[in-house]
């Protein structure tokens, strides 16, 4: 008697539900609103005289928990100030197994890694969430970056700034490109 | 003859297996909303060619015989169930002219055949040398075997009424009288209700689905299959529900028989209701504990079933049912 | 008699249908590059499976089907009875009680003993 009353009930429940709109929204068709401070994936930045920042120094591989990036150190010229400097000859970083805890970006001493604001969408091959470095440049010109870099960041944990500044993502917000607010 | 008699088997079996195939989409589809999801989206207009989607991976998929398996039978159990689950639709009529056989001891064949689907399932249970499979295919055939006497005592509240076990003429009493869930409403919504659990309970569905309790026996009968033959078994299963829903309709729902339109509209319409209805006491109930099961088989519709069959005899007696 | 003819006409349709789709699975299925004898285990969730799966089985099964067969024959009798019913009138009636009634003693006399519990 008890089961049928409760039947009665969960029916009526699902019947209710039936003719109500679905929660479910379509991922990839329909982008939930995030806050300001979401971040996820990555990009590469060039820095204010056009070059690549990344000067390979490895950091960023050093520090990652998950060891999802590799970066090749090469040596060479750079074409725009004609200066011998650091560049990464190869640089991939692999999202099946990245945490986005956001701590390469924290050391990148020249602020060249950024994450993105917007999600890469799920692929059907294990290559297609493999961010190779053309991508990862790519991804600087197409999407919109997050809020941080590694000034930035690291500013919120200076001890005296950061009791001054309690709510960083005020002033930083409504700059996502994240090249001039360094001071 | 001959060809018409081929024409309506292609038909029958075409619209059975079309209804099946989009039926399962449909349940997927209401199950969604039901829990306020979406269901199958990305297939098709809303999904709608998921069914063809899966049957292209379950075709594909490579053939696993377990090593100590009886081959054989393994192999030949899954293709049966389906076989006998489709051989009913051939005795339901899907319209006057428009039932393959039309044979006049329709109601006990058509129990028969439900019955015999059983013996497939046990083959699969067996062959598959699986404890789950063994424990489900031994409690599929205990369960659909109590449920069984339940089913045959309620599908003799329309014979009785009706006078005669041949579908057609059940359905064309009800064209002349009434549908029988409408009047005599105090023998013909009981029995429909019985004759409903009796018949989700023979295909084995929820909330009577303890032989595959996936929380108890990981699939149960198809625990071992892969590829189409695990198919076929699901297949059986909405072929089963699809063809008892069809059934139903005929026997009190008045199966062909609307008041305008092309009688085929109707039957299908009223299988189509059935079988909605079907999925929705799928999704809204818990599934029973196999002692619950026969409990309620042995000590409440085997005796309601016969009373229901009394009462039905009593009733043609007097001068209202006559 | 064409009601029969209908029959196995739809019988040798299914036939072919179902034998089409199993010709498809046989035709496209994958072949495993690397054949594993793990693969061919039966499955009992990651474990090995243990002792052979052909057991016996508790005897409250055979008590099931004991009921099955005494409740089915005597439905069938009544299957007979049934299409005659008005026909056999009030007299056809009272045997099929006296019938019936029979078969209630005795299934409350296996309720009374406790058959028809699944323990």
Known sequence: MGYLLDGLKSMWTTALNA??????????????PHPERYHTSFALLHDETGDEACTGCGACARICPSQVITVKLGKRESAITQKKRGYADDFTLDLTACLVCELCVQVCPTDAIVMLKVPELPGFRREDLVLSMPRLYENEKSKPLGWSNAT??????????????PEPSKETAPAPAAAGAAS | MTLFAWLSSILVAVIVLTVTAFGLWW?????????????????????????????????QKEPIIPQRADRALFWLAPPLTTLFALLVAALVPFGPKLAPANIDVGVPLIIA???????????????SHNKYALLGAMRAVAQSVSYGVPLVLTALVPVILAGSMNLNSIVAWQHRHHWLVVWPVFLGLPAFILFILAMLAEANR????IPEAES?????????????HFGFIYLA???????????????????????????VLWMVLKTCLLFSVLYWLRWSLVRLRADQLMALAWKWLVPAGLALVLLAAVWTQTPWGR | MSGWTGLFVFLVVSVVMIGGLLAAAWMLRVKARRDSPLKRHAYECGEEPDGPAWIRFHPRYYVVALFFVLFDVEAAFFFPWAIRERALGWAGLGSIVVFTGVLLVGWAYALRKGALKWQ
């Open chain 1, 19 to 32: 003719i109500r709109p679905p929660f479910t929204q379509e991922f990839p068709k329909v982008l939930r």
């Open chain 1, 152 to 165: 930035k960041l690291m500013a919120m944990q200076d001890p005296k700034a950061g009791a001054a500044k």
């Open chain 2, 27 to 59: 349940e997927r589809k209401l199950a969604g909303r039901m829990q306020s999801r979406l269901g199958p989206t990305i297939v098709g207009p809303i999904g709608l060619f998921q069914p063809i989607a899966d049957l292209l991976k379950l075709v």
């Open chain 2, 113 to 127: 055949l439900g019955g015999l689907a059983l013996i497939p399932v046990w083959m699969a249970g067996w062959a």
């Open chain 2, 206 to 209: 929820i909330p009577f689905d």
């Open chain 2, 216 to 228: 108890e026996l990981v699939a149960g009968v198809s625990t071992e299959y892969t590829g189409m």
């Open chain 2, 237 to 263: 299963e909405y072929v089963h529900t699809l063809v008892g829903s069809a059934v139903a309709s005929t026997l009190f729902l008045g199966g062909w028989d609307g008041p305008f339109g092309p009688s």
